[in-house]
């Protein structure tokens, strides 16, 4: 048994060759010499990729460490999200979705009854899509959810869905294989943006799923190979450098997020404040059960719309980007885009790994500003 540092920083390197790298370069090739029979294991540029095999056993390592699995790679999160719906459901089925999650969802919903395919939606909290499991395919959840950082019983939601003969998707995006793995909590697959926390540093898109099925695999992959869903061989390389700082990153953002919550629990002006590490929190409890980190995302309401801007207007040491999990703080207004259940004050602040007493500080002047301008 290895720490999640030594095994972030080793996961997925071939074994060593002399006088070769460690970590061998990005593969670029749309084929590969194929005498013979069409067999081995790279063939064409859409089926495999010896860049991608490092960086697909490198994910199963930290999301399935004890146990064998397969991971499949993906152009974006969404390809992801998109090939373990549509590979697994059919016209007539009954998918679950959170009605609370990320931003996309409702259009993978407009998708799926486009397909014939019924969806039901109830929120995160309280276990509320334990109600809708009846005749069921797969539930989907999404915990944290994002923006909304609610937290669900991922154990005890995946045993009524696998009763009920459904299959389970987790999100694990927000939390990383770093904070929970979803596959040791019963998920069937565990689905993540790579874009995000994973890779850190705000540069490649990429999504990837995870499941320990050899048969629910195979779909997957068939169906990436189908709709050419495939990362570039340098994002996979990028994305596989990245894990080498994982844990540094997820520690110190983690420990950043939670000295800001604390900060923020000060300030009259802030409401709605969720942070699932604070023990005020209404998650905590459940998230301290099935969490090991738990994140670097602070959701909170400021009085209104005017107020919420003038605020990321006066940050210094903060993007007003649209991702999370960067390594450089990130927040936004979420209500501009529509779609989310939030107020026009709704701040998701991304907190990354700058020295806390600067960021809790230049967010507080912020504040101050932001109130003295109205």
């Given at each position: ?94 998918v679950v979705l959170p009605d609370d ?41 999404e915990t944290p959810s994002n923006p ?164 990321l207007e006066a940050l210094s040491l ?57």
């Amino acid at each position: 048994m290895t720490g999640d540092g030594t095994r972030s920083v080793r996961a997925g390197l071939p074994e060593p060759v002399a006088f070769e790298p460690t970590l061998p370069g990005p593969v670029f090739a749309a084929h590969f010499h194929l005498p013979g029979e069409a067999a081995g294991p790279y063939t064409y540029g859409r089926d495999t990729n010896p860049t991608w095999t490092h960086l697909e056993r490198a994910i199963v390592e930290l999301e399935s460490p004890d146990e064998s699995a397969e991971a499949i790679v993906f152009a974006s999160g969404m390809a992801a999200i998109s090939a373990v719906l549509l590979s697994q459901a059919r016209s007539g089925d009954t998918v679950v979705l959170p009605d609370d999650g990320y931003q996309a969802l409702p259009l993978v919903r407009e998708q799926l009854e486009a397909y014939g395919i019924e969806v039901r939606t109830a929120p995160t909290a309280a276990d509320a899509q334990l109600a809708h499991l009846d005749g069921v395919k797969l539930l989907w959840i999404e915990t944290p959810s994002n923006p909304g950082l609610d937290v669900c019983d991922v154990r005890r939601l995946a045993r009524a869905a696998h009763d009920a003969g459904a299959l389970v998707a987790v999100d694990n995006t927000l939390a990383t294989p770093l904070g929970q793995r979803p596959l040791e909590l019963g998920a069937d697959f565990a689905v993540a943006s790579g874009t995000k926390g994973l890779t850190g540093h705000g540069d490649l898109l990429l999504g990837y799923v995870v499941c320990r099925d050899p048969n629910l695999a195979a779909r997957v992959r068939k169906w990436r190979k189908v709709v050419g869903a495939i990362p570039g061989p340098m994002e996979a390389w990028l994305a596989h450098r990245s894990l080498a700082t994982l844990h540094l990153r997820a520690d110190r953002q983690a420990a950043n997020a939670l000295a800001l919550a604390e900060a923020l629990t000060k300030r009259a002006e802030v409401t709605g404040l969720r942070y699932p590490g604070l023990p005020s929190d209404p998650s905590y409890r459940l998230a301290s059960a099935q969490m090991r980190r738990f994140g670097c995302v602070v959701s909170f309401d400021l009085p209104d719309r005017a107020f919420a801007e003038r605020f990321l207007e006066a940050l210094s040491l903060v993007d007003d980007a649209t991702s999370f999990g960067s390594v450089r703080s990130t927040a936004e207004r979420r209500g501009r885009w529509g779609g989310d259940a939030v107020s026009e004050g709704f701040i998701r602040f991304s907190v990354g790994a700058e020295d806390a007493p600067d960021l809790i500080a230049d967010v507080e002047r912020a504040l101050d500003e932001a109130g003295a301008a109205g």
